[in-house]
DNA sequence: GAAAGTTAGGAAAACGATTGCCTTCACCGT
DNA sequence: ACGGTGAAGGCAATCGTTTTCCTAACTTTC
């Protein structure tokens, strides 16, 4: 592995091309006056000593490290980890790198970070994790400032970016009425859950708004396919008629077309099914393929850090911003309606 | 959010306290010969000013930055994350911070990155991917100590921390074969791809040793369940008797237990399955549940950080090190052998 | 050929923290 | 009264870079 040559300083490139400090930093950096060919010779010998500019005291003059933060709250997830590329992306074209610090759903250990974060002088931070729920905020008055992605703040001053939920609820539904169906049951997860609880309520908004009551009450359980396959079974030994169902994730909308097929209802002809997340490995390991509500997870995180970039460069934008999802469409609507039976 | 006061320096801090700057220094580090007061005094003053240490000005003193580069080479995924979580975890321990970087499998990027995370002096790198074979050293003669996770270097000189696939592979054979299968056969990966070559040749070798003749050769195909469900057609079309699938991911054979499903064959009764990866969310929702191996890649990332570390404090452990997979039996497997046919 | 203007590059003061050395002072014993 | 001893804390160099002056040497120009 080599952990040979120690690093060079600008003194030695310096020494090696006959200059001053001052002006092999100014040759460096194409400012201040010099000839080209005393500039092309600082920078041949920074070259050849394999130069590498030290960041940290480069910092120690200008303020700036082009370094921010990343916190996920919980443990770095399914949901956690678009937005972080998406914000590694945006990030990146801005020259800056990432301190990734995982918080694990421990409070001090999240204090922890934040105070390391701080004295590494992040330009900015980006607070991130696994349910859309707002939190309380990271710490008041932070010298640097502080973007939401995902996840959001409850204080509302806080800037935050966050999937609308709702709106792409409300999507699924549009699609399942366009495509004739009318006796459409909601399958999600725990009641306590603040995606649940939103998505259910645009489910039941939209329906209302269409003049339809829902087939059954929302079904409130666990993200899971067992809940999915089980809920099933609910809904049938309640005597449920139902054309559709939407559910609250990718995963629970497998185990509900796993259910119906083994009791012989067909998907799409007679039950169509849409999911939430667009998570591929659901969605394409899935017989038929599943139609989803997309939450576009990784453009939300490189709007994040735009925003994040704005923000240090002094235009903030506090408030909650909430950003569009949309739907995918695959087989498991592909049909519009089946009048009654066929292969 | 805030974004208010300025960062205090350790001269804020002196002034405050009515000290000089080195005495300052003294008392925050618990160094020196200072009376008790003054040391509370400037540790007050330090609290009230809210005063965090500037780690980049530290670093340029002590040479230390205790940060260290993580580099994913391709696109940051399934199995990239444990392993960083893991690496994350040891080295937070360690109190040294993460550089997270993206190479998105291009060189050039990973090159830029490379040579920020020197710019930024960190003290160590790590390398991980999401596959195992051997790639090109990210440099030559770096100044700080490297180390692959996962992935590994196809410099022998260098520090790979990589699983025992093949290893992997015997268990789950000997599992089979204890459980007195016989008729084995192996669905797995592209050809081309290292894991499923290995793997498969393990395969071989195990069955080779117990005196027995594979079920059919190796399938190679993708790593999908979609793949999964045809490999299951071409062992029937092929005419192969089989009581037994093992295969190269957890996607491949819930896939293959879909298709066993489908056409009646039960398991474990029939043919018992296991996979390869123990990803939750496929062991947990394949019906029945998937015995599976497991790489450890929580444990090897964070093997991964502690070799980094020891070789940061002069003692590096070049070569390739290979850590052990471990078998995870779920109900897939969990029924010894059953004679003929039963409920 | 001298005053003025340009140019190239050097010297040194930051930036924020650490640390070795030095000074000051109090206290001690003789 | 005086030197010795230790403790407390100040001073200044140092780390690697940037940047603001400043100086010396050329060019112009009349």
């Not at 694990?104 to 999240?110: L, S």
């Not at 396919?225 to 497998?254: H, K, M």
């Not at 038929?288 to 709007?303: F, H, I, K, Q, Y």
């Amino acid at each position: 592995m080599g952990k040979t040559e120690r690093h060079a300083t600008i003194a030695d490139v310096a020494a090696l091309s006959g200059v001053s400090v001052g002006t092999a930093s100014k040759a460096l950096n194409d400012r201040g006056s010099l000839r080209e060919e005393t500039r092309m010779r600082v920078k041949e010998a920074a070259r050849q000593l394999n130069f590498e500019i030290n960041a940290g005291a480069r910092s120690l003059h200008s303020g700036r490290t082009y370094t921010v933060g990343m916190i996920t709250t919980d443990t770095i997830g399914r949901f956690s980890i678009p937005v972080l590329m998406g914000a590694e992306d945006a990030l990146g074209a801005g020259q800056m790198s990432v301190f990734l610090c995982d918080g694990r759903d421990d409070p001090i250990r999240e204090q922890y970070h934040v105070k390391t974060l701080l004295s590494r002088r992040v330009d900015g931070i980006i607070v991130t994790g696994r349910r859309t729920q707002a939190r309380a905020p990271i710490g008041s008055a932070l010298p640097v400032p502080v973007v939401y992605a995902f996840i959001s703040s409850t204080d509302p001053d806080d800037c935050s970016v966050v999937p609308d939920e709702a709106g792409g609820a409300h999507k699924a539904l549009d699609h399942l009425l366009a495509i004739g169906r009318t006796r459409i049951a909601h399958v999600t997860g725990p009641e306590h859950h603040h995606s649940a609880q939103v998505r259910a309520a645009a489910v039941g908004e939209r329906l209302a708004e269409a003049g339809l009551t829902p087939a059954a009450p929302p079904l409130f359980g666990a993200w899971s396919e067992a809940w999915g396959r089980q809920a099933v079974g609910i809904l049938l030994a309640g005597g449920t008629e139902f054309d559709a169902v939407f559910c609250g994730s990718d995963q629970i909308a497998r185990g509900v077309a796993e259910a119906l097929r083994a009791i012989g209802r067909r998907v799409p002809g007679d039950v169509a099914l849409v999911g939430f997340d667009n998570w591929d490995v659901m969605t394409e390991g899935c017989q038929p393929s599943l139609t989803s509500v997309d939450m576009n997870l990784e453009g939300l995180g490189r709007a994040a850090a735009e925003m994040l970039l704005a923000a240090i460069n002094g235009s903030p934008s506090p408030g909650r911003h909430a950003r569009p999802c949309h739907l995918v469409v695959r087989e498991s609507t592909s049909v519009p309606l089946v009048p009654s039976a066929s292969a």
